[in-house]
């Protein structure tokens, strides 16, 4: 087995590894709310709320959640963008002894129906906007309890009203449903939730650091969403590898003073997730982000108060970067700007660095590893284009087709290994997603230097990742494939200066009539923005192996090719 040859240039106050703990999140939990209690803990639309004020919430929700009699470790839903609602139901539904499947709230009706099937969900708690999502299909679920909650409802009496009101009747960001209590299900209101919790008893449940705490889905080759099995021991472990590599940063601030990370990227991905959790550890206070895409509102809360911690996709630094009141921000207490989820492209890094005077540094890690993985060290001054290197208590290497573990500077598959890297998948078959001694394959073509850095080249599948979001070839042509004019297609990624990649798909017409925008409103019903087509292109026959294997390389080369001289 390959040397830790990266430990020996860990930054200074970084330990070599990580010792496994026999912690699940219930003691982490109540340590952090014991630790820093009348701390600021989330603050979201100018409201905050302290570490006990959460404590408590969690504590109402959790008991309300016991009420329901559900079997322990019963799987409950979250489909919420970043709202202050969030994070007290995470640790509610964990603390009740039940396990969280955290729901993209952009999903379409056939996404979610998927999740909540596959994962069995017994009940969810879901933002009013998307109740209309959830109706469409829930009579095609086990889900028995339906929470819905308002945007305003932990912005207190006043603002929460102003807030709900403007969302209802002047963005018009509320369809009508009509989920009502019924013979199958339950329909509650958030805020009756917590009046009934608060008048029950709580019991906290024996919890093993092997017990599932999170069932997150990731893209799948088969065109649906795979289950990724998360134990408690994986996330605290993750939660301890960053605040072991977070050292440098925290040295860097002074003890007086709370950090202040910026969540804007969404926490039902898992690079958001753990950030969150490690703020949690940490005491850190967490300014939540609604909506990234609102730049305007995003700057005006980035000058409401100082802020430490900035991690984000390459997309949401290029747009702040764009917008003309970029120049009023204050980065005078910035520590660390941290890229994960896709690739920061080295135009958008200079320019942060002649802007901010701070480096984006680049980490690397998978829904499998809980978002840790690799991260360049955060004493770096410059980006380099890497991915970095291992985080304590990480193993990795690079190997062939054959499994065999190759030299310093050879090109092969990315393998990783470690307590915070998931031990299976759910529901199928885990067979070829491991090397024989344990290794997660991550897929990812790589190399690693001689320091121990790790450069990532190409993906060994197709997936293509659009703003930090995976997307599988697969999904998007079954869905295309089921238009009646369409004969058949394929699909791949293209380069994309703004989201790293963007989707193209080549069709070959059933009839002749056949339009793009015929094909744009088909992909509207059952695919999330992300994962349509930016670029359509009817072809009269797609290449072809000597087998009938549809070639996508020769497709993809033709694309960027197509793409390049269009730019020229």
Same mark, same amino acid.
């Given at each position: 087995m390959m040397k830790k040859i990266w430990i020996d240039h860990y930054p200074?106050?970084?330990?070599?590894?990580?010792?496994?703990?026999?912690?699940?999140?219930?003691?982490?939990?109540?340590?952090?709310? /014991?630790?820093?209690?009348?701390?600021?803990?989330?603050?979201?639309?100018?409201?905050?709320?302290?570490? $006990?004020?959460?404590?408590?919430? +969690?504590?109402?929700?959790? $008991?309300?959640?016991?009420?329901?009699?559900?079997?322990?470790?019963?799987?409950? $839903?979250?489909?919420? =963008?970043?709202?202050?609602?969030?994070?007290?139901?995470? &640790?509610?539904?964990?603390? /009740?002894?039940?396990? &969280?499947?955290?729901?993209? =709230?952009?999903?379409?009706?056939?996404?979610?129906?998927?999740?909540?099937?596959? +994962?069995?969900?017994?009940?969810?708690?879901?933002?009013?906007?998307f109740c209309l999502t959830l109706e469409k299909i829930v009579h095609d679920t086990g889900v028995k309890t339906i929470i819905y909650s308002d945007i305003g409802d932990m912005l207190g009496t006043v603002k929460g009203k102003i807030v709900d009101l403007a969302a209802k009747y002047i963005k018009k960001a509320v369809p009508p449903h009509s989920l009502k209590s019924n013979a199958q299900y339950q329909v509650q209101s958030y805020k009756s939730v917590l009046k009934k919790g608060r008048n029950m008893s709580y019991t906290r449940p024996d919890a093993d650091t092997k017990d599932v705490a999170l069932l997150t889905y990731t893209g799948g080759t088969t065109g649906k969403a795979k289950g990724i099995i998360v134990s408690h021991h994986n996330i605290e472990i993750a939660t301890s590898q960053f605040e072991a590599w977070f050292q440098p940063v925290y040295a860097d601030v002074d003890?007086?003073?709370?950090?202040?990370? %910026?969540?804007?990227? =969404?926490l039902y991905h898992i690079f958001a997730f753990v950030v969150a959790m490690l703020g949690f550890r940490v005491g850190q206070h967490l300014t939540l982000i609604t909506n990234p895409r609102d730049i305007d509102g995003f700057i005006k809360t980035l000058n409401s108060r100082p802020f430490h911690l900035l991690p984000a996709v390459n997309t949401l630094y290029q747009a702040l970067m764009a917008h003309p009141q970029f120049k009023t921000i204050d980065f005078s207490e910035l520590k660390l700007s941290l890229a994960g989820g896709m690739a920061a492209t080295p135009e958008t890094a200079k320019k942060w660095l002649d802007s901010t005077g701070h480096p984006i540094l680049e980490g690397w890690g998978m829904s499998e590893t809980i978002g840790v993985g690799t991260a360049n060290p955060f004493t770096n001054k410059a980006f380099n284009g890497s991915i970095g290197m291992p985080l304590p208590g990480v193993?990795?290497?690079?190997?062939?087709?054959?499994?065999?573990?190759?030299?310093?500077?050879?090109?092969?598959?990315?393998? &990783?290994?470690?307590?915070?890297?998931?031990?299976?998948?759910?529901? %199928?078959?885990?067979?070829?997603?491991?090397? /024989?001694?344990?290794?997660?394959?991550?897929?990812?073509?790589?190399?690693?230097?001689?320091?121990?850095?790790?450069?990532?080249?190409?993906?060994?599948?197709?997936?293509?990742?659009?703003?930090?979001?995976?997307?599988?070839?697969?999904?998007?042509?079954?869905? &295309?494939?089921?238009?009646?004019?369409? /004969?058949?297609?394929?699909?791949?990624? %293209?380069?994309?200066?703004?989201?790293?990649?963007?989707?193209?798909?080549?069709?070959?017409?059933?009839?002749?009539?056949?339009?793009?925008?015929?094909?744009?409103?088909?992909?509207?019903?059952?695919?999330?923005?992300?994962?349509? =087509?930016?670029?359509?292109?009817?072809?009269?026959?797609?290449?072809?192996?000597?087998?009938?294997?549809?070639?996508r390389h020769e497709l993809r080369k033709s694309a960027n090719k197509t793409k390049s001289a269009n730019k020229a």
């Open positions: 200074k106050g970084v330990v070599s590894d990580i010792s496994a703990t026999n912690q699940s999140l219930l003691e982490l939990f109540e340590c952090s709310f /014991a630790k820093f209690s009348q701390q600021e803990f989330i603050t979201n639309m100018g409201v905050t709320y302290t570490y $006990a004020q959460v404590d408590e919430t +969690s504590k109402a929700i959790a $008991a309300w959640i016991q009420g329901l009699n559900l079997e322990k470790g019963s799987v409950i $839903a979250i489909m919420m =963008p970043n709202v202050n609602q969030y994070l007290p139901i995470v &640790i509610g539904v964990l603390r /009740a002894g039940m396990v &969280i499947t955290l729901v993209n =709230p952009l999903y379409t009706a056939r996404e979610l129906r998927h999740q909540l099937n596959d +994962s069995d969900c017994k009940a969810i708690f879901i933002l009013t906007p003890d007086d003073k709370q950090m202040n990370t %910026i969540v804007a990227l =969404p193993d990795i290497n690079i190997r062939d087709e054959d499994e065999t573990v190759l030299e310093v500077g050879e090109v092969g598959e990315i393998c &990783i290994k470690g307590d915070n890297v998931i031990a299976s998948y759910h529901n %199928i078959d885990n067979t070829g997603f491991f090397t /024989a001694d344990g290794y997660l394959k991550t897929g990812d073509i790589g190399s690693m230097d001689e320091k121990g850095y790790v450069k990532i080249y190409d993906r060994k599948k197709d997936m293509i990742i659009v703003s930090g979001f995976n997307v599988y070839p697969n999904e998007v042509e079954n869905v &295309i494939e089921r238009h009646p004019k369409v /004969a058949e297609c394929s699909v791949v990624g %293209i380069d994309d200066e703004l989201q790293g990649q963007s989707v193209k798909v080549f069709i070959v017409k059933a009839d002749a009539s056949l339009t793009k925008d015929e094909i744009m409103q088909f992909c509207k019903e059952d695919l999330t923005g992300y994962k349509r =087509p930016r670029q359509i292109e009817f072809i009269d026959e797609l290449p072809k192996s000597t087998v009938g294997k549809i070639l």
